[in-house]
């Protein structure tokens, strides 16, 4: 199976290069890899360039955008002007950070899992940090979901859920819409991945009630909304964060922002919300 990667990249140059050869060791080779340059104030485009220069299919995109790092908007659009430099001869697209470390056999084994079931329309491994010169795994992992940091997506499930949403809660709702449309979402534990840098590390100040905002945007409601803020909260250590991400999700709702969903849409996601909640009570 073909595949492209794409990378966005602010201010990488400590991991970029990290990131960029444990691309070009893989057992089975991305066919093109674009890194989009967002706005970087370090040596990110120059660690890239020389990449390219001795792999022809690892390309460099420039963006210019605003500094400030809110998750969700700036690292999609960034990932949209990469895709946007793309043509559509791949079987599945790949959006990665730009400080992580992929086992060697990462896309075979993603390729086995998508060979495997067409009706597969995600597959991811998971994260492990760095502690106490151990890796462990992030403790914001969940089983059944594909981290942020690498998503790699069949081509007809990507255009179906219309691509990546830039907004905060993109990826969540890119695997809520691919189990609207009957899509499976598939994760592997033998694929550990080296997250190296924690995530949201670069967030701005402002983007703390963001989360909040976002389950408002995923159709979530108030009361699953509560809980969702509750277990990120304790998950993250922060349990202050709960009060930021209730006052979020008022703010959005008080403002009327647009749904990333249709009600349809966002009637299935609180009813397959409330049945994976009482799958883990009961």
Known sequence: MKYYVIIPAYNEEKFIALTLQSLVEQTVLPSKIVVVNDNSTDRTALIVKEFSVKYSWISLINKTSDAIHLPGSKVIQAFQKGLNSLDENYD???????????????????????????????????????????????????????????????????????????????????????????????????????????????????????????????GYGFIITTIASAKLALLKKRPFLFLDYIKGFWKAKSAKKPLLVTAEQAQFIRNYRWKKMKEKLF
């Open 92 to 218: 599945f697209i790949v959006k990665a950070d730009a400080d992580l470390i992929f086992p060697a056999n990462y896309f075979e084994t993603i390729i086995s899992h998508f060979k495997s079931d067409e009706k597969i329309g995600m597959v991811g491994g998971f994260a492990y940090i760095k502690k106490n010169e151990e890796w462990i795994l992030e403790n914001l992992t969940d089983k059944d979901h594909i981290r942020g940091a690498f998503k790699a997506y069949r081509k007809e499930c990507f255009q179906q859920i219309g691509g990546l949403k830039p907004a905060m809660g993109w990826d969540t709702v890119d695997e809520l819409l691919s189990k609207f449309y009957h899509w499976k979402v598939v994760t592997d534990k033998t694929l550990k991945v080296k997250h190296l840098k924690p995530t949201g590390a670069n967030y701005n100040k402002t983007s703390r009630y963001k989360q909040g905002e976002a389950f408002y945007t995923l």
